[in-house]
């Protein structure tokens, strides 16, 4: 069976990942630095020295690389790719910071982005207060991207083909997938069909 790598996945689950993945198909290997999240691997995303090269199919990673501090991202990344195989993928989403910025514009820092979310853009920029609040210091933010910086950074660590989306309000967020060798663009709209949530 095909094995994924849910990194950053605090105490969330497989059937909480994005819909390509919730299959029974894939055997699911979590990673988190928080040692109460009962990950299988307790590590940071930017050294997972713990995990062989080469060992998964696929990595999903949601709302974790903007935990990092900007230094860090390129080695997240570069961790990212070393623990795919040759013909992987991954699947990133992160905050958007163009889309929030507008809330933000709008003078909407503490209004809630949708009723009954218990989110505003504040959380969104700088990580859930209330979780904050609680002593969960690994839920602030410490760097951001819109869709252009993604890319870029996607870019910088040489992945073999890459997609950025972009969805704005309600979601505020960026969708990445790629492979660490390069694909067709056939396999690439492949990739964003099946794992890439669809606004419509």
């Not at 690389?65 to 570069?78: F, G, M, T």
């Not at 910025?101 to 959380?123: M, Q, R, Y």
């Amino acid at each position: 069976m095909p094995k994924f790598l849910h990194v950053g996945c605090g105490d969330a689950r497989a059937d909480q990942t994005t819909i390509g993945i919730r299959h029974p198909q894939w055997t699911e290997v979590r990673l988190d630095i928080d040692p109460d999240s009962g990950a299988d691997i307790v590590s940071s995303i930017d050294d997972m020295s713990a995990v062989d090269d080469g060992q998964f199919e696929a990595l999903y990673s949601s709302h974790n690389i903007e935990h990092l501090y900007a230094h860090q991202v390129p080695k997240a990344l570069a961790e990212f790719k070393r623990v795919l195989k040759p013909n992987g993928f991954f699947v990133i989403t992160c905050p958007d910071l163009q889309s929030v910025a507008e809330l933000i514009v709008a003078d909407k820092l503490t209004e809630e982005v949708t009723p009954g979310s218990n989110c505003a853009a504040v959380d969104i920029v700088y990580g859930f207060r209330g979780a904050i609040a609680e002593g969960n210091h690994y839920m602030a933010h410490h760097c951001g991207f819109t869709a252009k910086t993604l890319k870029m950074s996607l870019l910088l660590a040489r992945y073999g083909s890459s997609t950025v989306i972009q969805r704005k309000a309600p979601y505020f967020d960026l969708w990445a997938v790629g492979t660490p060798e390069r694909c067709d663009s056939a396999e690439l709209d492949r990739l964003v069909r099946t794992y890439i949530p669809q606004t419509r």
